[in-house]
């Protein structure tokens, strides 16, 4: 099983709900298991035939995907700069209709605020030729900077293990 996990963090949040994914994904592999775990400004534009499976995740601003000016609000409050997101790089990414793909986010739990990056992320990547993308999960976080809500990286790290069962039955 090859897995390319996409992601952007600008607080690191979503990096750590990343790498718990990995580690599920991990358990009970070798060390060099072909799973990696790339931020979104290193990922490739062309997906070799090697991913098994893709997951992209960011963080919710503004009801959706990052853009440049959320992306400079979050610098203004203590973010990592980035010149761009995971909306950029879908944008640029060679389809892969065969491909499946699975969308996670994160974000500030506030009661009846719509709206998800993973929602936003799984639409693009259908409309970019992605014929199996799915929404995943929302992993919650404390406040814009962080940090990741208690309990959540160990949820993360078992949707991990889901995910990894998935793949291993063919079932993705």
Same mark, same amino acid.
């Given at each position: 099983?090859?897995?390319?996990?996409?992601?952007?963090?600008?607080?690191?949040?979503?990096?750590?709900?990343?790498?718990?994914?990995?580690g599920g994904l991990r358990l009970g592999r070798a060390p060099d298991d072909g799973v990696r775990v790339v931020?979104?400004?290193?990922?490739?534009?062309?997906?070799?035939?090697?991913?098994?499976?893709?997951?992209?995740? =960011?963080?919710?601003?503004?009801?959706?995907?990052?853009?440049?000016?959320? &992306?400079?609000?979050?610098?203004?409050? =203590?973010?990592?700069?980035?010149?761009?997101?995971?909306?950029?790089?879908?944008?640029?990414?060679?389809? &892969?209709?065969?491909?499946?793909?699975?969308?996670?986010?994160?974000?500030?739990?506030?009661?009846?605020?719509?709206?998800?990056?993973?929602?936003?992320?799984?639409?693009?990547?259908?409309?970019?030729?992605?014929? &199996?993308?799915? &929404?995943?999960?929302?992993?919650?976080?404390?406040?814009?900077? =962080?940090?990741?809500?208690?309990?959540?990286?160990?949820?993360?790290?078992?949707?991990?293990?889901?995910?990894?069962?998935?793949?291993?039955? =063919?079932?993705?």
């Open positions: 099983m090859s897995v390319l996990i996409v992601h952007e963090s600008m607080f690191g949040n979503t990096h750590e709900v990343a790498e718990a994914i990995a931020r979104v400004d290193e990922a490739p534009a062309e997906l070799g035939d090697d991913v098994e499976l893709l997951l992209v995740g =960011g963080p919710t601003h503004a009801l959706g995907m990052t853009r440049p000016n959320t &992306r400079a609000d979050a610098v203004r409050q =203590g973010g990592a700069p980035a010149s761009a997101g995971v909306r950029e790089w879908i944008e640029q990414l060679a389809p &892969r209709a065969d491909l499946p793909v699975v969308t996670f986010d994160t974000r500030v739990h506030v009661r009846l605020l719509p709206g998800s990056a993973a929602g936003a992320a799984t639409r693009a990547l259908r409309h970019r030729g992605f014929a &199996r993308a799915e &929404r995943g999960e929302t992993f919650w976080v404390e406040g814009t900077p =962080g940090p990741v809500a208690p309990g959540e990286l160990a949820r993360a790290r078992q949707w991990g293990v889901e995910l990894a069962a998935r793949v291993s039955h =063919g079932v993705s």
